[in-house]
């Protein structure tokens, strides 16, 4: 059921149902739309989402992190991506969706990485590791769909060592004319479009467009970063503010 103490955006939930909380629609989602996921991620984004996940995780690997937790992990390419840019790194990533996990598990297989990356099912409200495991978190394109975000990013927080580093990348609204119009039409008309027929879940991306439009991005996630204890937060917009590498350490 939905809860009266949510901010606004993340009232903003996949389906019009007060018979599951945004967290449980979410995870019924991506379980729909997991076959699809990595085709329509290369076709809506014209293949600019690889080289937006290189450049994060660059970004990141400056801190030098050996021990990494990839919330959100979806069907693993950030996992991938990381231990292409860190071969001895130790990943742990984690998904609500089982589906999802599964694709990612036959994408580790298939590269031979199951000693050094490890999937499963979870929470990432709830996570079940011990405080101060990892290194280094990372959440791409995941945030938005916490159904708490504070509690959330309270966890990342607490599963972070002392001198750990937080990096998420998620959508944002660009604010240049004209593209931020472009943006807004492409992501509001033209996506659900495309996703009616190719993902059988056209609400799917319906969703997208209203949690990116919901979503407090730039400063505003920044301050709610600061607010959970996070310091040294930054902020870089991508591809004309499409999406954002924010970085944060504990």
């Known amino acids: ?18 018979q599951m909380d ?25 293949g600019i989402d690889t080289l937006w996940r290189r450049k994060a995780i660059k970004t990141l690997l400056e801190h030098q992190p050996k021990h990494f937790l990839d919330i959100a992990t979806g069907t693993g390419d950030v996992a991938l991506e990381i231990h292409k840019q860190s071969p001895e790194a130790t990943i742990q990533g ?12 036959k994408k ?32 791409s394109f995941g945030v938005r769909n916490f159904g708490n975000l504070k509690q959330g990013l309270s966890e ?20 240049i004319f004209p ?8 992501f509001k008309n033209i996506l659900p479009f495309i996703g009616k027929f190719t993902s059988k879940d056209p609400k799917a991306y ?6 990116v439009q919901a979503f407090p991005d730039y400063d505003q996630f920044a301050i709610i970063l600061k607010e959970i204890g ?19 350490s504990k």
């Open 1 to 18: 059921m939905s809860n009266p103490n949510q901010t606004n955006y993340e009232k903003v939930t996949p389906y019009d149902t007060s």
């Open 22 to 46: 945004k967290k449980s629609q979410v995870t019924s989602m991506f379980d729909k739309i997991a076959p699809y996921y990595d085709f329509l991620n290369g076709l809506l984004s014209l």
């Open 94 to 105: 984690l998904d609500i969706s089982s589906k999802m996990i599964e694709l990612a598990n």
């Open 108 to 139: 580790v297989t298939k590269h031979g990485l199951s000693d050094q990356i490890k999937m499963e099912v979870g929470d990432s409200e709830a996570l079940r590791y011990e405080d101060m495991a990892f290194d280094a978190v990372t959440v």
């Open 156 to 175: 990342i927080h607490r599963v972070l060592r002392s001198d750990g580093h937080l990096m998420v990348l998620e959508f944002s609204k660009p604010t």
């Open 179 to 186: 593209f931020k119009q472009l943006f807004n039409f492409y």
């Open 206 to 211: 319906k969703y997208l467009y209203e949690s």
């Open 230 to 248: 996070f310091n040294k937060v930054t902020w870089t917009p991508l591809s004309l503010g499409i999406c954002t590498i924010y970085l944060a």
